[in-house]
């Protein structure tokens, strides 16, 4: 957006209003995003000349820094031979002195305004933000925003976010006769076999006992004798 004659001569009257109410009468120029010079208002016939240049150098100021001039001479100041370098290099458009402000519309810089001459301190700056506020009154109001369709929502998982559940197995039922086993089928359960029919299960019987459970032994070994070892 350019920053049309229109729109600069609201911002003109506006500071001029402001400086008859506090009775300081100041030079105001207003440039566009180029810095070149679209109006200028001297109110007052003495110091005109000087203070007629001043504001366009301030203009001009917070078009290239876009910012207001009392910023740019705040760090500006800091720096050796700041001034009278942009000075020379902007032949004499470039001045570190309040006064001056950039002039946005929509938060894009369209131009500037600069003033110049007031009787007090911090006047120039007063009136020159004065002139500003004009572009608050000629904003357009924001248009209410048509209702937007509902968008169907898309279909989620139900559990997006689902991690695998380690598995346990269960821990196998004490070997207690006087408590059963239960019926249901398990990982880890054991079926009610007794110790000596188990599989791997291996019992060491002694002499003693294996002649108990043969007792023809003996008479095997006297019929031996008998016959000399003879079959």
């Not at 004659?5 to 009257?13: G, Q, T, V």
């Not at 402001?18 to 180029?34: F, M, N, Q």
């Not at 917070?62 to 370098?85: E, L």
């Not at 572009?135 to 998982?157: G, K, N």
């Amino acid at each position: 957006m350019n920053l049309s004659i229109d729109i600069a001569r609201r911002i003109l009257e506006a500071s001029k209003q402001r400086a008859k109410e506090l009775r300081s009468p100041v030079s105001i120029a207003i440039v566009d995003s180029g810095g070149h010079l679209v109006l200028f208002e001297r109110m007052m016939s003495p110091y005109g000349w000087a203070t007629g240049n001043i504001s366009i150098a301030k203009a001009s100021t917070a078009v290239m820094f876009n910012q207001s001039t009392d910023a740019v001479a705040q760090w500006g100041a800091g720096i050796p031979g700041f001034a009278s370098s942009m000075s020379e290099m902007t032949h004499g458009k470039f001045i570190m002195a309040a006064g001056g402000w950039p002039i946005r519309i929509g938060g894009a810089t369209v131009g500037g305004i600069g003033v110049s001459g007031g009787n007090a301190p911090g006047r120039d700056d007063e009136i020159a933000r004065a002139g500003l506020g004009a572009l608050e009154v000629m904003a357009p109001a924001i248009p209410a925003q048509p209702p937007q369709p509902s968008q169907p929502q898309q279909q989620q998982h139900s559990r997006p976010y689902m991690q695998p559940t380690p598995s346990y197995p269960s821990m196998p039922a004490p070997n207690n006769p006087s408590m059963p086993l239960s019926n249901n089928s398990g990982v880890g359960q054991q079926q009610n076999v007794p110790v000596n029919q188990q599989a791997g299960t291996q019992h060491l019987v002694s002499d003693q006992t294996q002649e108990e459970e043969n007792p023809y032994n003996d008479k095997m070994q006297f019929n031996d004798s008998r016959s000399g070892g003879q079959q």
